[in-house]
């Protein structure tokens, strides 16, 4: 038996097989055509699933299912895209029209919890039943696994951590889900921009004012390098992140946290921060052993968990 996943993205969607181990064994990535529409995108996850069995050395019938890890407010029991703000997908049916398409059974989830699986199932977390992932990129993706499988809470909506409100009232600006003061409204790709264009906007005397199209990588860079304003920025981030790590720790007591995504490629810098904020605001027991790692499959962990949905 094998497992396909595809890993849904605003530009290219990543397809993978899987062996039961949760080895990834052969990837192919196509556009998802998010321009042409809906219809448009459901076809080529379609496409995509079956031609890369067709190029492996698999056959179709020894697919066990095919799971799919996509951006957006998901109802995940009922297997429906409910809101998929990259995508423009609202209301779609997603895993019915695939299964009709496919002849095969289909598992959706969110892009995050995804990742999360994958780590758990052969990354960061392998090996560790109870952990909580984070994924820093355009938004702030989370997911939970607590003995071995996703939580999804009653409709699906468990685990969107960058949702938890941590930002002060005074300090918080409007989240993309209509609510202030989210954690990804800060912590993320786009916040740590944000905060940079401001800081350029009002005058603050730092070396991003010399940088054309300000990406998130530029902030840290000019942090490490000691750019007192980057360097706010940047704690800044790592600080609501420890925060929120802080209460899911509490919630939850994870073993490991892992953390992934293009803004944890800061590495060290940023998960000092992470881990100091961490450790002074986490009760001593309830931090005793946890552990706080980046992720370890880089690209490939929402495929990877997405092919682990068939087992999850
Ligand atoms: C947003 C939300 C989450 C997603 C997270 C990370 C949308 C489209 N996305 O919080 O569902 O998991 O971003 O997404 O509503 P990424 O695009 O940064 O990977
Ligand atoms: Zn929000």
């Not at 609202?90 to 289909?106: M, P, S, T, Y």
């Not at 916040?191 to 902030?219: P, Y």
Request: proline fraction near 3%; charge should be negative; glycine fraction near 14%.
């Amino acid at each position: 038996k094998i497992y396909v996943g595809a890993d849904i993205g605003g530009t290219t969607i990543k397809v993978g097989i899987c062996n039961v181990e949760g080895v990834l064994i052969q990837t192919y990535e196509g556009p998802t055509g998010v321009e042409v529409g809906t219809d448009e995108i459901i076809n080529n996850i379609a496409k995509y699933a079956r031609h890369i069995v067709e190029e492996s050395p698999y056959a179709w019938e020894q697919v066990a299912g095919v799971g799919i890890g996509i951006a957006g407010f998901l109802d995940i029991p009922n297997g429906f895209v409910k809101h998929s703000v990259n995508l423009g997908l609202r209301n779609v049916k997603l895993r019915d029209i695939l299964e009709e398409k496919l002849q095969k059974e289909v598992r959706i989830n969110n892009d995050a919890n995804v990742a999360a699986l994958g780590e758990a199932w052969g990354g960061a977390g392998k090996g560790v039943p109870n952990c909580v992932c984070y994924t820093l990129g355009t938004g702030v993706g989370g997911g939970i696994i607590i003995n071995g499988k996703i939580i999804e809470g009653f409709s699906g909506m468990a685990g969107e951590l960058g949702h938890m409100q941590i930002v002060p009232d005074l300090e918080a600006i409007q989240c993309g889900c209509g609510k202030m003061g989210c954690l990804e409204t800060v912590s993320s790709a786009t916040g740590i921009i944000r905060m940079a264009k401001d800081a350029v906007a009002r005058g603050d005397r730092t070396s991003l004012s010399l940088v054309e199209d300000i990406m998130a990588k530029d902030v840290v860079d000019a942090a490490k390098a000691g750019d007192e304003v980057a360097i706010r920025i940047v704690n800044r981030a790592a600080f609501y992140l420890g925060k929120s790590l802080a209460a899911v720790a509490i919630v939850l007591n994870p073993q490991r946290f892992i953390i992934g995504g293009g803004v944890s490629k800061a590495g060290d810098f940023l998960f000092d921060q992470i881990r100091e904020v961490f450790q002074k605001l986490t009760p001593d027991i309830a931090q005793e052993g946890v552990e706080i790692v980046p992720a370890e499959l880089g690209n490939n962990a929402g495929v990877v968990g997405a092919a682990g949905l068939l087992i999850n």
